[in-house]
């Protein structure tokens, strides 16, 4: 398994890391939704107070991951 996933990587722990940093940006954008869906609609507030908007976090972090997959996926394709 750990191969499939560094293969999956490319064997980059850069890639691994936004990869990691794009799931925690999706969960930031929908995490309201899901409180809502559960029935806890506090959650939103409760997580806005520790780190501001959530949306606006979320997309900002998946907006940084694909970032650094595209930088990295250019430095892979240049040494190959």
Known sequence: ???RLKAICLNSMTIAWSYCVALA???ASVID???DLLGDPDVKDQIGA???DVKMTG???LAISVVTIIARMRTL???A
Do not use: E, T, V
């Open 1 to 3: 398994m750990l191969a």
């Open 25 to 27: 940006g999706a969960l």
């Open 33 to 35: 939704d899901l409180a």
């Open 50 to 52: 520790a780190i501001g």
């Open 59 to 61: 997309r900002i972090l």
């Open 77 to 79: 394709r240049r040494s």
